[in-house]
């Protein structure tokens, strides 16, 4: 199984500022990665596939990039919405990382 | 808007089983793997595995080997996962989801089922 690991556990960033969230995979996963938001109570959200690809009606300040086992999702401009808990996962063989929270100074 | 909606919660002792339900609002999903994903209480997500609906083929993890099975009923566009021997840290809610219709990551998901184990 590949394993993903996310850093930080947590981010705190003020409104308005950049959040740049890293995953590792434990193996080469190529491209397929894929980025999810879940706030308190909702089911995940898909923003990013295939490491760069933003999913339909997310917005532009939410970027994905990376390939082989170094991956980053990055929030630019932060506004109060995004906080959330943040989540990478491969779909090579399929595994989640353990998530990033970011919340909002 | 393809939509997924699930069964409600389920309150189980521990040894029971219990089977989640999971039906997409449009017959075209029926050409989309459907996966299920768990998150306990305060947890991250955990993957389970996956059903091709049209030919009801399947893929666990193997974490749960044995004891999870997933079914479909393409009459209904519903997909089903069965789980037995329960533990308490088989608490969770339970979510299935379905790949997009450009990548295998999941683009749709269900609201989410909560499951307690429980004596």
């Known amino acids: 199984e590949t394993v993903m690991t996310q850093s930080p556990d947590t981010l705190s960033v003020s409104p308005g500022e950049r959040a740049t969230l890293s995953c590792r995979a434990s193996e080469s996963v190529i491209n397929n990665v894929a980025w999810y938001q879940q706030r308190p109570g909702q089911p995940p959200r898909l923003l990013i596939y295939?490491?760069?690809s933003r999913a339909t009606g997310v917005p532009a300040r939410f970027s994905g990039s990376g390939s082989g086992t170094e991956f980053t999702l990055t929030i630019t401009s932060l506004q109060s919405e995004d906080s959330a808990v943040y989540y990478c996962?491969?779909?090579?063989?399929?595994?989640f990382g353990q998530g990033t929270k970011v919340e909002i100074k | 808007q393809v939509q997924l909606v699930q069964s409600g919660a389920e309150v189980k002792k521990p040894g029971a089983s219990v089977k989640v339900s999971c039906k997409a609002s449009e017959f075209s999903s029926i050409g989309y793997y459907i996966h299920w994903v768990r998150q306990a209480p305060g947890q991250g997500l955990e993957w389970m595995g996956w059903?091709?609906?049209?030919?009801?083929?399947?893929h666990y993890a193997q974490n749960f080997q044995g004891r999870l099975t997933m079914t479909r009923d393409t009459s209904i566009t519903t997909a089903y996962m069965d789980l037995s021997g329960l533990r308490v840290d088989d608490t969770a809610v339970y979510y299935c989801?379905?790949?997009?219709?450009?990548?295998?990551?999941?683009?749709?998901w269900g609201q989410g089922t909560m499951v307690t184990v429980s004596s």
């Open positions: 295939a490491a760069s």
């Open positions: 996962q491969q779909y090579n063989n399929w595994s």
């Open positions: 989801a379905r790949v997009g219709e450009v990548t295998d990551a999941l683009e749709i």
């Open positions: 059903i091709n609906p049209n030919s009801g083929a399947t």
